[in-house]
């Protein structure tokens, strides 16, 4: 008689529209599903740097023909991809996650589910970090203008407006790349070139550009990884960041339990799944109160029970 083998590995994908170590989004969806490989709860395999929609259909397909039980399309301009494959009666028994902004206008299926996190919120953590250097206008710097991250920069005002109501936001840019560094480099210095003294952005592969620029001209940052590079750390003040962990979890489980399946996920600050990562005080932004790490942890227990309120 053989002996019993035990219970299959759950075998999970992930399509990542950049690198896994980007400090950003990619790092967040790369990062957690590497972590639950750790805890041997999934095998996990990541597919980086995939550059359209038309790579990641193949991406998915080849995943899922080969018998993986979850494909995750990380990137919300995947998500027409994810569904094409998804609905073929081929692969009706493979599970799929369609991420960012694909919530809006697809809905889940009995073997897809959906995810995204709350824009304005994660926006709002974003703007209170920066109405707190007290430091004005504002110059905001992006990728692609998907309407999840117009909805950040909305969020991003309320937050910043609520600690320096008379602060300037100027309206974001994009560059239209989340990866050129030298398109976001050449933004950030013609924001600083028309007079902003701080430059928000977000942790993606052009971050290093806009470090390069703001350093140059001792002009505190937003929004980066400080890990981004030596740069980034002297000039960066801090960020909101995704933890997966606490959404992907339950997923695996439902995805073993046979539950997965028509439902919408949202990482928001109440599940802990937004948090604001470690808060330095630089010496571009020298009005940042010396307690700000204690403030904001107050503030993400306020948010998070309701005593503090987004907007209106």
């Not at 990541?46 to 995750?72: C, F, K, M, P, W």
């Not at 991420?99 to 073997?111: E, L, M, R, V």
């Not at 339990?257 to 010496?283: E, H, P, Y």
Request: aromatic content about 6%; glycine content about 10%.
């Amino acid at each position: 008689m053989q002996p019993d083998a035990g219970p299959r590995t759950t075998r999970v994908a992930i399509i990542l529209g950049g690198v896994a170590n980007d400090g950003g989004f990619n790092e967040a969806g790369a990062g957690a599903v590497e972590a639950l490989q750790r805890e041997g709860k999934i095998s996990a395999q990541i597919r980086q740097s995939v550059a359209n929609a038309r790579d990641a259909e193949t991406a998915v397909r080849e995943y899922a023909n080969a018998g993986y039980d979850l494909v995750i399309g990380w990137s919300a301009s995947f998500s027409d991809a994810v569904y094409q494959v998804g609905r073929e009666p081929a692969f009706s028994k493979t599970r799929f996650l369609v991420t960012g902004d694909a919530s809006d206008k697809q809905k889940p299926a009995a073997n897809i589910e959906t995810w995204n996190y709350d824009n304005t919120q994660y926006g709002y953590l974003l703007g209170w970090i920066a109405g707190n250097t007290q430091l004005a206008p504002i110059g905001i710097i992006d990728g692609q203008p998907i309407p999840a991250q117009v909805r950040k920069w909305k969020g991003f005002e309320l937050g910043v407006h609520a600690v320096n109501p008379t602060a300037t936001v100027r309206q974001p840019i994009f560059t239209g790349s989340w990866e050129d560094a030298t398109k976001a480099n050449q933004a950030a210095v013609a924001q600083l070139d028309s007079g902003a003294h701080l430059i928000a952005t977000n942790a993606e592969g052009f971050s290093p550009g806009i470090a390069a620029a703001a350093a140059a001209r001792n002009v505190a940052t937003v929004g980066m990884n400080s890990a981004t590079s030596d740069t980034a750390k002297k000039i960066n003040v801090g960020r909101a960041r995704l933890d997966l962990l606490p959404v992907l979890r339950p997923m695996i489980d439902r995805l073993k339990n046979g539950t997965f399946g028509n439902r919408t996920s949202i990482s928001t600050i109440a599940n802990k799944s937004l948090v604001l990562d470690t808060i330095t005080k630089v010496a571009a932004a020298p009005s940042l109160p010396d307690d700000i790490q204690a403030r904001a942890e107050r503030l993400a227990q306020q948010l998070a029970d309701g005593t503090v309120k987004i907007g209106p």
